[in-house]
């Protein structure tokens, strides 16, 4: 495992990751069980204090990382000042690289110091990366990347793509991918779970 990153030894993540590998979990499940599994990483990713001059900037990855945001940033002081932000990638079925689809990033404040990536699953590693890449050139001096669930060659793929500027809290980690990229045994296809959109 490389040196930038950190798996959790909780009992209660391990316990609450059970229940959500659970395919028949209903949608309201899953999105209560993401919050609460993110909430237990929060307190190992969160680097406080935080300076009062500092803009922590949030980054959501559309649309899993949606379901962790809100119990992320409570783990915040109340008076930290934070900036939420989205990027949309998608990974092309075929060739398994990373798509980018929506980024309105604005000019980097030069307060933001920081950024904290949220996403439920790295599967390959390359969605990651081409985050990781977009926010360093965005110029971000360091990245935490916030996953409840990633597979051993993928956190190797990602975690190398700029070791000295990123560290990755991590729930689990599941040891193989399949033929279709997606983590083993791993959670399914968490965005469709997350909001029932799964076609039967």
Request: aromatic residues 8%; charged residues 20%.
């Amino acid at each position: 495992m490389a040196s930038n990153t950190s798996i959790t030894s909780s009992p209660a993540f391990a316990a609450d990751l059970g229940k959500l590998r659970d395919m028949d979990l209903r949608p309201a499940c899953v999105r209560a069980t993401v919050a609460k599994l993110t909430a237990i990483l929060a307190k190992d990713a969160i680097a406080l204090p935080v300076a009062d001059d500092e803009i922590i900037a949030i980054i959501v990855i559309l649309r899993s990382g949606m379901a962790m945001m809100e119990s992320f940033i409570s783990a915040f002081p109340k008076n930290a000042n934070i900036v939420i932000y989205h990027l949309g990638l998608f990974r092309e079925s075929q060739t398994l690289q990373p798509v980018e689809y929506y980024n309105k990033l604005p000019r980097k404040h030069d307060a933001i110091k920081r950024a904290y990536v949220l996403d439920p699953l790295i599967a390959t590693g390359g969605t990651a990366a081409a985050t990781i890449r977009i926010l360093k050139t965005w110029g971000v001096g360091q990245i935490v990347f916030v996953s409840l669930l990633a597979s051993q060659a993928g956190l190797q793929n990602a975690a190398t793509c700029w070791s000295e500027g990123t560290k990755f809290v991590i729930g689990a980690q599941d040891a193989e991918l399949d033929d279709k990229g997606y983590v083993k045994p791993g959670l399914g296809d968490i965005g469709y779970r997350l909001y029932g959109t799964i076609l039967y």
